[in-house]
C-alpha cells in the first residue's frame, strides 16, 4: 500500500471501526465479532461497508483492470473552450488552512474526502512538504490512495490535523452523518475545509441529491468554530449555468446536450467575471453558485437560536414569514 506507517496504523474497520492487519492482498479486521476482510487492488485498500454504501466491494475487484480511459475528443474540445465556472475563493481558503495547520503542527497530517483529483486552487497546498496528504474516494482512479464511503471513513478517531471536503457533500445521501466522522477522526482543534453548491443544477446524475444554502452549509458544521465562510462561486456563475440548463431542458439526446454545452461555454462565459465583484457583497449570499466553510473543531455545539443569527444576506429576517395553512 502507498501509505506512511503512521495512516497504515490509523486504518480501521468501516464496519465496526476495530484495527486492521495486513494479509497477502487483503485487510483483515481484528475485532472479535466482525470477522470482515477487505481487498487491496493494485495497492490501494477498498475499505467499504457493502452493507449499508450505495457502492460494493465486488464491483472493484470483479473490475481490477479498470483505468481512466483516454479523453475522448468531446473532453478534449471542452478542455479548450471558456469554462463556465469559476471558484474565487478556494486559493486564498486553502492558504488559510495551511497557515492554521503548520502553525499547530510541523507535520500536518489531512483527509482528502474525494481526493481523485486535486480540487479547484488546492495546487499550492498539495505541493507544501511539511503535510501528509491522504487521498480517499470511492473511485479507484486517479491520485486514490484510500477507497471508502465517506459515510464511514476507515480510520481510527483523533487521526487528522485537517480534513478537506471539496464539491462531495451534494453526492451523499446522508451529509450530516459524513460531516459527523469528520467530526470524529479529526484531532481536537483539526481544521476542516469545504464547499458545497447552492445555486446549482444537478450534475452528478443519480447520486446527485442535496444543495446548501450558506446557513445550511453552516448547520452541518456547528460542532465547529467558524474561521470564515461565504461563496466560493458566485450569481454571475450560477446565472451562466442556469441558461445552460435551460438550454439542456429541451432534449435529452446526448449529441444535442454536447453541442449545447459548446455553445453556452463560447456564449456565457463572460458572467462569471461578474463575480469578482458580485460574490464578495453580502446580498449576493443568496443566490451563489457555491458556499464554503472553514472552521475549527470544538468540543461545543451551536444551538438553534445562535444558527439562526447568523445569516447574511439581503433578504430581511426579522420574522420567519408565515403563510396560510403553515404554523411556526
Request: hydrophobic content about 40%.
Amino acid at each position: 500500500m502507498n501509505l506512511s506507517e503512521r495512516v497504515r496504523q490509523a486504518l480501521a474497520c468501516p464496519c465496526c471501526g476495530a484495527s486492521l492487519e495486513s494479509g497477502g492482498e487483503r485487510l483483515y479486521c481484528v475485532g472479535a465479532t466482525c470477522g470482515k476482510s477487505f481487498p487491496i487492488v493494485r495497492g490501494v485498500p477498498i475499505l467499504i461497508n457493502s452493507s449499508c454504501s450505495t457502492f460494493d466491494l465486488s464491483s472493484y475487484t470483479e473490475n481490477d483492470d479498470r483505468s481512466e480511459q483516454t479523453s475522448s475528443w468531446r473532453e478534449r474540445v471542452l478542455r479548450i473552450i471558456p469554462r463556465l465556472s469559476m471558484n474565487i475563493a478556494a486559493k486564498e481558503n486553502y492558504r488559510r488552512f495551511r497557515d492554521r495547520l503548520v502553525r499547530a503542527n510541523s507535520h500536518a497530517l489531512v483527509l482528502i474526502i474525494g481526493g481523485a483529483r486535486a480540487g479547484e486552487g488546492m495546487e499550492e497546498l498539495l505541493g507544501d512538504e511539511r503535510i501528509e496528504f491522504v487521498e480517499a474516494d470511492v473511485a479507484l482512479l486517479g491520485k486514490t490512495r484510500v477507497v471508502c464511503d465517506a459515510h464511514g471513513l476507515p480510520f481510527a478517531s483523533d487521526t487528522f490535523d485537517g480534513v478537506i471536503i471539496q464539491a462531495v457533500l451534494e453526492y451523499v445521501l446522508d451529509p450530516a452523518r459524513c460531516v459527523s466522522e469528520i467530526y470524529r477522526v479529526l484531532k481536537a482543534d483539526g481544521q476542516v475545509y469545504s464547499e458545497a453548491p447552492f445555486m446549482q443544477q444537478v450534475h452528478g446524475g443519480k447520486y446527485d441529491f442535496t444543495r446548501f444554502t450558506l446557513l445550511g452549509h453552516r448547520m452541518l458544521f456547528r460542532r465547529f468554530t467558524e474561521v470564515s465562510s461565504g461563496a466560493c462561486c458566485g450569481p454571475g456563475m450560477a446565472l451562466a449555468f442556469s441558461v445552460q440548463s435551460f438550454l439542456l431542458s429541451f432534449t435529452a439526446r446526448p449529441a444535442l446536450r454536447n453541442a449545447i454545452k459548446v455553445i453556452a461555454r463560447c456564449s456565457l462565459f463572460w458572467l462569471k467575471y461578474f463575480d469578482w465583484y458580485l460574490a464578495r457583497r453580502t446580498a449576493a449570499l443568496d443566490a451563489a453558485s457555491g458556499t464554503y466553510f472553514l472552521g475549527t473543531k470544538t468540543p461545543r455545539e451551536l444551538s438553534n437560536r445562535e444558527l439562526v443569527r447568523l445569516y447574511r444576506g439581503g433578504v430581511r429576517a426579522d420574522h420567519m414569514p408565515l403563510k396560510r395553512g403553515v404554523h411556526a
